[in-house]
């Protein structure tokens, strides 16, 4: 029995083609939601058919990753006991917690997206979960060949390291097949974006990295309060509070602007099929936009993932307004946007799931 343990939307997304391919492979797998984000892990694997199977509720008014930590480590602890491995993926503080869970139960741990690394401190506290997380597992899922290096780098034996490619492409293009194969998912992911004036360019915007929080977040916005003017501008607003309040403050009801809630996620992909241009400090829309040709600016000052950038898909442009004004009204003036709009997969071609449950079951066998 495998247990894989996520409490995040992007982890729900990257799990669940692993979920899938073990399943399919025979294998026993239980699903854990700590409850990082409930909601959102509960309708994003349900995009994918799924369910978790064990759902903690110890996470009621914990703020901190410090609080959500502490209160998940003992009860992950617990329900470690008669599991094959342990699956997290990426770098959040579930991933951290089950990580810690596994290794304080001695039960093999394995990381998904393993390697990524900035360099530096930021982004704070992903770049040191992540970092944690690799000195504990057993065996790494590396996406790409510079995550491989990085793992290399710091001493880990090329035998636990495995190059899979990034299982969020896997549940891309499944759902981006099903969208233009399925009218009714398509009408269904089509309908928040009805109010967009389509003869005007789309800007998708997602922006939630606690890092942008506070003067990066309102120099963006004072960037999109100019940007309004010429584009429609589609924002799936983060519920964090941090970002909600100074958004809608900013934001609500200008003209060609549409806040959204966070969007499902086969809308959230049925909007980057029809943006012109992304502006996002995401992880995941940084992998996910060049699958797409979806040119993708990328609010952050330093990026764990460099392979969209080398492909020309991805552009760093900070949180500065007057760059991010500049990047945008550039492009859309036709500098360069042709050539970031090339689909290119440096991510992975969508099979990393397929690879990593064979070698699951290789080395822990099947049940
Ligand atoms: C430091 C860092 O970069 N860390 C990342 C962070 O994740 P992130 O930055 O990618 O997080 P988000 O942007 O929240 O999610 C993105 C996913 O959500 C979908 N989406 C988006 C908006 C919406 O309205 N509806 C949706 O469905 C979208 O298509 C995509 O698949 O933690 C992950 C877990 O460990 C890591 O893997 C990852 O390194």
């Known amino acids: 029995m495998f247990l894989l343990v996520g409490g995040t939307r992007p982890e729900a997304v990257k799990l669940a083609p692993l979920v899938l391919a073990l399943r399919a492979r025979g ?12 909601r959102l892990f509960d309708e994003t694997l349900a995009a994918f058919g799924l369910v978790a ?9 914990a703020r901190t990753p410090a609080e959500v930590l502490g209160r998940l480590v003992p009860v ?10 342990v699956v997290v993926q990426g770098d959040t503080t579930s991933a951290l917690g089950g990580a810690l869970a596994a290794h304080y139960a001695g039960v093999p741990l394995v990381h998904v997206e393993a390697g990524l690394r900035t360099g530096g401190p930021e982004p704070f506290p992903e770049e040191m979960h992540r970092t944690l997380i690799g000195q504990l597992a057993d065996l790494h899922f590396a996406p790409t060949a510079a995550a491989v290096a990085a793992l290399a780098a710091e001493g880990v034996a090329g035998e636990r390291v495995v190059m899979t490619g990034n299982s969020g492409i896997d549940a891309l293009l499944w759902m981006h097949a099903r ?18 004036d389509r003869r005007r360019p789309l800007l998708l915007v997602t922006m939630h990295r606690r890092e942008n ?10 960037a999109l309060v100019v940007l309004s003017d010429g584009m429609e501008i589609v924002l799936p607003v983060h519920p964090h509070p941090s970002v909600e309040w100074p958004v809608h403050a900013a934001l609500a009801g200008r003209p060609g602007v549409h806040l959204l809630p966070p969007l499902g996620y086969p809308a959230f992909v049925w909007a980057m099929m029809q943006a012109t241009l992304a502006l996002t400090d995401s ?9 797409l040709g979806l040119p993708v600016l990328v609010m952050r000052g330093v990026t764990e993932r460099p392979e969209g950038l080398a492909t020309g898909n991805a552009r760093m442009v900070g949180t500065e307004t007057g760059a991010i004004v500049a990047a945008v009204r550039g492009l859309l003036m036709g500098e360069g946007l042709s050539a ?15 690879v990593m449950a064979g070698v699951m079951v290789e080395r822990f066998g099947r049940a």
Do not use: F, I, N, W
């Open 76 to 85: 992950l602890a617990g329900l470690m006991p008669g599991h094959k491995a």
């Open 213 to 222: 929080h506070g003067a990066g977040l309102d120099a963006v916005l004072a």
């Open 27 to 38: 294998c026993v797998v239980r699903v854990v939601a700590t409850g990082q984000h409930m």
């Open 179 to 196: 969208l233009r194969s399925d009218a009714a998912l398509a009408a269904a992911a089509a309908a928040p974006l009805a109010g967009v």
């Open 283 to 291: 992880g995941g829309v940084q992998e996910e936009a060049p699958a």
């Open 53 to 61: 199977d064990v759902r903690l509720g110890v996470l009621e008014g």
């Open 340 to 354: 970031m709009a090339e689909p290119t997969l440096p991510y992975g071609v969508g099979d990393a799931a397929g």
